[in-house]
């Protein structure tokens, strides 16, 4: 079934959808669950369009001033390295996570006004580790910055031995020690069932 969609005019801004004179194509629910019962949006018509024209170019020179602020903002933040430091156990698992909320505030304490959905982690960090993270505000205005997940106390570093899966989850270094030790048991079964058969061969010379 095809999804009901409506044409509104916006009478405000509204993140990620349009400024006050936009007119926009919604989907039913969110304009008459959202958009409508907030009076964010009406019905369009020339009068409404024509009422709202000295709103418009005010929200129009605020956009642009944004516009300009994050573009200048974006490239000071690129390659930025920022740390947060977490309590965790002695192998480097965080008690807890950090979040996009956590890294909003760590730019925000270095002055840079960033929103929690402008981060794009690349998964649920967990560990203590250094990540690569995307502050998007826009699909032309991004940037990358260091994340360093450091603990709050001194822990035995031993992280050369750990291992981790592409979400990010630690390897129970146990397993891959039983996969190990398995493995040098069949190497080693191998290799005395190569030596009965040359014993073997060489008896049957003999004989």
Known sequence: ??????????????????????????KLGYARNYLLPRELATTPSDEKLAEL??????AEKEQAALLEHRRGMISKIEGLDITILRSCNDIGHLYGSVTQQDVANALEELGFGV?????????????????DVLVKFSKDLEANVKLHVKPDRTIEDDRDEMEFDNEGELID????????????????????AASKEETSAAEGEDA
């Open 115 to 131: 929103k929690a959905r402008e981060v794009r982690l690349p998964f649920t960090i967990k560990r203590i580790d250094d990540f």
């Open 173 to 192: 270094p146990s397993i891959k020690r039983k996969q190990k030790e398995a493995e040098a048991a069949a190497a080693a079964a191998r290799e005395e």
């Open 53 to 58: 024209a000295e709103k418009r170019a005010v």
């Open 1 to 26: 079934m095809a999804t009901k969609t409506v044409q509104l005019l916006l009478t405000d801004n509204v993140d990620n959808l349009g400024i006050v004179g936009d007119v926009v194509t919604v």
